[in-house]
């Protein structure tokens, strides 16, 4: 397909998975391909695939991704070697293309659905700037906890809350304890706001049944998504003792609508960054034998009402790369994760938790950027932000890059804030 040669997002060396639903059909797996969505189904049916096994095509079939994430590391190699091939031959092109829809440049038009039917969700907490940042607001003179360096923290969130880019959140209301007051009330959210996160979606039903040892963790991630955990501060700070967060998280969840996979990820793997001298080794059983992180790019971008009213482009307010943020790599989080004996299932979600370096315009959510909102960002235009406001659009945007490999995508996830009064 010579029109995703450059593709920012989508050249060939991607090829990650959407669900889509077209008018009047089920949701159908589809593959980006450049400025295409390539319907699997279709694809199949032009006689694409035949060297796959039925079990691999049944999968394609599938109205999600669980189907395909459940078989094994080779078959879903199988599956982008067969695509590849087909999308790199001319002889292709004209047989695969009742099968491509122009993707909208306005993604919100497209219907797209949360490509894995998510069972359960669990979120991290594996920056370390992160969790030192927020830890210096709270606990000034103890701001990491003594157990950081030795135990991946997590909690469990709501399967339920996950949706996909574009999102509308409706503003929760939840207890909040205004300051110096003696009682809480029950309002609105003062201090919304999003984190900016990956997501490591599951598989490998087979793999899944055995103990997931730090040799083998790897192999059960499927892909990738960009994630964002919206998070009500205020009612946060209310809730979080003793057993963390909980109605001030599980409002809503929005993933990307395209999984990159662990294989088009494999050029942009970089070995975790060495811990600094004096910092605990990790336990033996989460020491994992050429532990690997990804460079991958993250961009934060908020717009406002005004800003749109004045023709004023989205505007950038951070940027992180993954590699340089985690003090717990994706192999440990799922290490960690089964050690007790958990049983995880295909397509379950692991959030990264705040992915955060050590300056400003590298925090991945506002609580750290703005010190709790006491300074706020100022945007073009002259408004300022110390929690988002209603309209406020946020688009968290994420590639990767490496020399002697082309760059791939993950196109948008995004979201709007609205108060339902
Ligand atoms: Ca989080």
Known sequence: VVSANGHPDFPIQNLPYGVVQFELFQPEIVVAIGPFALRLRGALEAGWGEDLSLEIRAALMAPWLNELAALRPADWTAVRLALSDA????????????????????????????????????????????????????????????????????????????????????????????????APEYLWTRALDYEVELGLILGDAAGLRWPTTAETARDRIFGVVLLNDWSARDIQSWEYQPLGPFLSKSFRTTVSPWIVTSDALRPFEVPMPRRPAGDPAPLEHLTVPDDFTWSIQLETQIETSGMREQDLPIHTVSRVNYADAMYWSPAQLVTHHTSN??????????????????????????????????????????????????????????????????????????GSVETDE
């Open 341 to 414: 004996g958990c049983i995880m299932n295909v397509g379950d979600l692991l959030g990264t938790g705040t992915i955060s370096g050590p300056t400003p315009d590298s925090c991945g959510c506002l609580l750290e950027m703005t010190k709790r909102g006491t300074q706020p960002i100022i945007l073009p235009g002259g408004e300022s932000r110390g929690f988002l406001e209603d309209n406020d659009v946020v688009q968290i945007l994420g590639y990767c890059e490496a020399p002697h490999a082309v760059r791939i995508g993950f196109g948008d996830c995004s």
């Open 87 to 182: 999308l790199a031959d001319p002889a292709w092109e004209d047989r695969l293309r009742p099968a491509m829809e122009l993707i909208p440049d306005d993604a919100s038009s497209f219907d797209h659905n949360v490509p894995v039917h998510v069972g359960d969700y669990t979120d991290f907490y594996a920056s370390i700037y992160h969790a030192t940042n927020v830890g210096a607001l709270f606990r000034p003179d103890q701001p990491l906890l003594p157990n950081y360096k030795w135990v991946p923290i997590g909690y469990h969130g709501r399967a339920s809350t996950i949706d996909v880019s574009f999102t509308v959140v409706d503003r929760p209301r939840g207890q909040i304890m205004l300051p110096g007051a003696t």
